[in-house]
């Protein structure tokens, strides 16, 4: 397969089949703790986004010079790198442009210590993509959480105004819902079996 | 309060009243991720526990030496440790589960039982309370890890711990130990516990009712 196609092929994967809340159950808190409207899960996708791409920047620069000479630091060096990092570039743009630190910046803390992120930098590690590859795959990967939280919030403010039994009303019945949406994302399986 | 009394009631409470899955709903993604089998669901509970009476233990001993300010970095740092610790273990012990649960193990640092109970309990209590509360919860997560890897592996795949249960005949509900079988299944017990409790609820308020 060619270089591009690879890297579309990283891209979807990370985005539709192997979507990381609804296939790895990774990010639920978020998934489940702000998915109550639609427009702040959107707003919470697009940061989800933005620190995905500088997590796997981060791990990318770690891999390449520190992790060969300390394999055993290398969970601490991503938790401390990661967090300090999205914490600097929160300041930075807090100062460049307001209005976007208005819209993403609740966010930032609450995302940095999310497993989506590690899970990021230590699957972009295990399966030794390179810079490149790991940006397309930390975009796609932001892109399929975006995609989890905001079908999930339209779902669950459908689900409130239905009537549903007083029992199953809150955490159960989100659990159902994610699970018929994790269903339906199954069915993206078959995309790429032919070219794989 | 004296101490053995406090620290087993601390004990308990994270068996079943305060458990860590079923009541509080916390960890999510490894009690989601790696319940496909009993198998898995074990090595992630002892790993959990491992590393959950580890920090308590450290952070209760430190917890007059750690600056407010830092206090988190420094728990994070605490359990990454006890992470890597485990993580090596587990590679060296038993590597096929290993494998098989691939970056789960790791991803115990972001558990949040773990911080949550070194900033709400270890941080504030003396060594022996602290290892109950620990030693509690890590069960209590234990427990529900357990129930909810043998049903999945049970419906799904007809088996306990590899040992096919039904014979040959039994056709089986693969959709549970796949992903979407994780959410369904811990709703449906979510779901049977609130009706329970429902039901629980009514009857003492009957008997309240016939006592007034």
């Known amino acids: 397969m060619s270089e591009t196609g690879q890297l579309f092929w990283i891209l979807m994967s990370a985005m539709v089949i192997n979507n990381f809340t609804l296939s790895y159950f990774l990010g639920l808190c978020p998934f489940f703790g702000v998915s109550g409207r639609v427009d702040t899960a959107f707003r919470l996708g697009l940061a989800n986004i933005f620190v995905m791409v500088i997590t796997s920047l981060c791990a ?18 991503f938790i401390v790198v990661i967090a300090s990092t999205v914490q600097f570039v929160e300041m930075v743009i807090r100062k460049l442009s307001p209005a976007l630190f208005r819209a993403l910046g609740i966010f930032l803390p609450l995302i940095t210590t999310n497993c989506a992120i590690l899970a990021l930098a230590l699957f972009q590690t295990n399966r030794g993509y390179g810079v490149v590859e790991g940006v397309v795959f930390a975009v796609g990967a932001g892109a399929g959480l975006l995609l989890a939280l905001v079908l999930m919030a339209g779902l669950r403010v459908e689900a409130d105004l239905s009537d549903i039994p007083k029992t199953a009303k809150g955490t159960a019945m989100n659990l159902l819902i994610a699970g018929i949406l994790s269903l339906a994302f199954m069915g993206f399986a078959g995309l790429f079996s032919g070219s794989a | 309060m004296q101490e053995p009394g406090q620290a087993y009631a601390e004990f308990v409470k994270g068996l079943w009243k305060e458990n ?11 009690t989601l991720a790696v319940t496909n089998s009993a198998v898995n669901a074990l090595a992630m509970s002892a790993a959990t526990f491992f590393v959950l009476v580890g920090s ?10 750690i600056p407010r300010q830092v206090r988190i970095s420094s728990y994070i740092i605490v359990i990454a440790t006890f992470v890597t610790v485990a993580d090596f273990t587990l590679e060296a012990l038993a590597p096929d589960v290993h494998r098989e649960l691939g970056a789960f193990i790791a991803l115990i640092v972001v558990n949040c039982i773990i911080l949550g109970r070194q900033e709400a309990f270890a941080s504030k209590n003396r060594l022996l309370p602290s290892l109950a509360d620990a030693a509690g919860m890590g069960l209590g997560f234990g427990l529900a890890l357990f129930a909810l890897g043998s049903l999945r592996e049970i419906l799904g795949n007809g088996s306990f711990f590899g040992i096919s249960l039904f014979g040959p005949h039994f056709e089986p509900w693969v959709i549970m130990i796949l992903p979407p079988g994780g959410f369904l299944m811990l709703g449906a017990l979510l779901l049977v516990f609130g009706v329970v409790k429902q039901k629980r609820l009514e009857a003492s308020r009957e008997r309240e009712r016939k006592a007034a």
């Open chain 1, 60 to 77: 990318s620069v770690l891999n390449i010079f520190i992790l060969p000479h300390a394999p055993y630091l290398r969970l601490i060096s």
């Open chain 2, 20 to 30: 860590p899955v079923f009541v509080a709903v916390l960890g999510m993604c490894p």
């Open chain 2, 56 to 65: 308590s233990f450290l952070i209760s001993l430190l917890r007059n030496v």
